[in-house]
């Protein structure tokens, strides 16, 4: 996320304005759109770069799509991302505006540690002695 964010700030005229944001905040399950959670941990990744344009933006995490020059991207980053967020139970998504930036949402799946070791949905009366 970062590495295309970088990129994509290098490509604006006045690139020492560019800026990210990295954002984290627990979503409840209706913002995050999964029934399988009742929390999702948002991660938003922000630039000000060039933005992607609208025919772009709905192949961006296809495999090998790039829209850099050759040499410069596989187009495997975004691809590889969605792979892995998706086989946790996750969720990404994309929205952009040419020429304002774009921004990535992450929703990760919440769970905690129960005493016996098991991994289950989350639970406000776990107990940590």
Do not use: W
């Not at 929390?39 to 709905?58: A, F, H, P, T, V």
């Amino acid at each position: 996320m970062l590495i295309n964010a970088g990129d994509a700030i290098l490509s604006i005229e006045d690139h020492l304005k560019g800026k990210i944001l990295i954002t984290s905040e627990v979503v409840p399950i209706v913002q995050a759109e999964s029934a399988d959670h009742l929390n999702m941990l948002k991660i938003s990744y922000i630039d000000n770069g060039s933005g992607i344009s609208k025919e772009n933006l709905g192949n961006i995490f296809d495999p090998f799509y790039t829209t850099k020059e050759p040499g410069k991207g596989t187009g495997l980053g975004l691809s590889v991302c969605f792979m892995i967020i998706r086989g946790i139970g996750g969720k990404i998504q994309a929205s952009s505006e040419e020429g304002k930036g774009s921004t990535i949402n992450i929703y990760l799946p919440l769970t905690t540690q129960v005493a016996n070791g098991e991994t289950g949905k989350e639970n406000s009366d776990v107990n940590d002695g």
